[in-house]
Every structure is written in structure tokens, then in C-alpha cells.
């Protein structure tokens, strides 16, 4: 695969077609449903002169594919070994989220965490520590939401540190 590809995975429903929008400028239609995105999408990304290719996975809980969406993005990960993988997290409900996180680790992809819709989070009372959570998992936490485009710079700088 191209060393300039970057992969968007994550648990159905947490914002990654949001977030690949925001970064390429394209207008994924984006749904709250399971199985939204069936297939992977592709855009570009420009980062100080640079382009990336953004791959928007299909929503997944595991990379055990158990369904056509798992197994996408099972096989994009394991057998394409895009440069990294944006793991996409709802920060809300990160309990669900961080056994795909355990998968993706154990692949060995570099990762980037994104905690995303942490607006949420925060109304709930939940206290997000990025940079605790960055220190245990030896990779670059980000906190977002990419609703409201907050984190989107820090995210970008966390692809352009990574590539």
C-alpha cells in the first residue's frame, strides 16, 4: 500500500465519516445507523505540501469479521498495512470502544486515537485524560468533536508528526 495512506477505523456510529469529511472536504453522507458505510471511501488530504490518502473504514467491533463491514476493514488493516491507522473512539462510551483499540494494537499499526465527541463525555461528567491514556498506550491521543470541528487541528498535526 502507498506509505502516504492513512486509515479511519472504529466502532459503528463514532464519527469517522464526520472526521474524514472534515479533513478531505468531501461530503460523505453521513448516517447514525449500523452498517452506513459498507465499503471503504477515499479522499485526499493535504498536509504542508503533502498529500494523504484517507481511507473511511466501515464501522467495526472487532477484526474478527463476523460481517462483510468487519471483514473490510479487517483485511484493509492487516493485509493493505496503510503508514497509520486513526482509531476513532466514542469518548462517551470508551469501554465499548477500546477492544477494537486491543485488536489494532496487537496488529501493530501505528495508531492515532481520537476521543471523539467529547462534548458528550464532558456533559455526563466524565473526565477525559488524553494524555494518561497517550503514556499507556504509546500512541497520540486526541480529544474531539469533530461535529463542532474541535481537535481537528491537533489531529492534523498528530498525521503530519506521524508520516
Known sequence: MNDCTIA??????????TIF?????MR???G??????VE?????????????????L??????AARSLEEQIA??????????????????ANLERNLYLTAQLLETGARLILVLNMADVATSRGLILNARALSSELACP?????????QGLAELRAALQAMT
Do not use: C
Open 40 to 56: 471503504r471511501k477515499e479522499g485526499q488530504v493535504s498536509l504542508d505540501g503533502r498529500t494523504l490518502t484517507l481511507v473511511d
Open 28 to 30: 460523505q453522507h453521513v
Open 8 to 17: 479511519l477505523a472504529g466502532n459503528p456510529n463514532v464519527g469517522k465519516s
Open 58 to 63: 466501515p464501522g467495526t467491533y472487532s477484526l
Open 74 to 91: 479487517r483485511d484493509f488493516i492487516v493485509r493493505e498495512r496503510p503508514k497509520a491507522v486513526v482509531n476513532v473512539l466514542d469518548a
Open 32 to 37: 447514525n445507523w449500523p452498517g452506513k458505510t
Open 141 to 149: 491521543v486526541i480529544t474531539m468533536t469533530a461535529s463542532k470541528q
Open 21 to 25: 469529511n472534515a479533513l478531505t472536504g
